[in-house]
């Protein structure tokens, strides 16, 4: 008896002290799609060609100053494809993240960053677009200007060279 009473005072003294640790269960659905086919995607220029500007044109920060273009067209997407999201990746500019950063190597411009659009609407470093298809295609003109992030004062005449990386994704 002495045993039992024992062990049912060490049960109860357990579940006093014992904590509830009771989590939730959820089930997550993946679902995709594997295609034979994929949309054919292509750009129309792999070097963009920025014309050659006085730094006096850059009378303050923040001066924009039209560079040049590129496309980006997208065709031939399969039956059911009726999105196409591009990224536009690239380093951000110290002085004005909202800006594409250029090379800073010895004979280089400094106080300048590449701004890009696609249409009105000014793509950040590492941003999106989402253009909807029409029958499988769509064409994604995007404009390349510099902008000035420094004073007058303070830019430097030089070569201006950024990377701009183009990806595309479909929905």
């Known amino acids: 008896m002495k045993k039992l009473a024992i062990i049912t005072a060490l049960v109860a003294s357990n579940a006093l002290f014992a904590t509830s640790a009771f989590a939730e269960s959820f089930a997550v659905s993946v679902d995709g799609t594997v295609t034979d ?3 054919a995607a292509s750009v129309d220029k792999t070097s963009v060609a920025m014309p050659s500007v006085n730094k006096n044109a850059f009378a303050t920060v923040g001066k924009e100053v ?4 590129f496309t980006v067209s997208i065709s031939a ?3 059911g494809t009726t999105k196409a999201v ?3 990746k690239g380093t951000p500019d110290s002085d004005n993240t909202a800006l ?6 010895a004979g280089d411009a400094d106080g300048f960053g590449i701004k890009v659009k696609a249409g009105n609407n000014v793509v950040s470093p590492n ?4 253009y909807t ?3 499988g295609a769509v064409t994604a003109p995007y404009y390349v200007d510099y902008v000035s992030t420094k004073a007058l004062g ?3 005449s030089g070569v201006i060279k950024s990377t701009l990386n183009v990806d595309v994704s479909y929905q």
């Open 154 to 156: 303070n830019l430097k």
């Open 86 to 88: 591009i990224a536009i």
């Open 133 to 135: 298809l029409a029958n």
């Open 37 to 39: 086919t994929t949309c």
């Open 100 to 105: 594409f950063t250029t090379r800073h190597n």
């Open 66 to 69: 039209i560079g040049d273009d």
């Open 77 to 79: 997407c399969p039956a």
């Open 127 to 130: 941003g999106t677009t989402e």
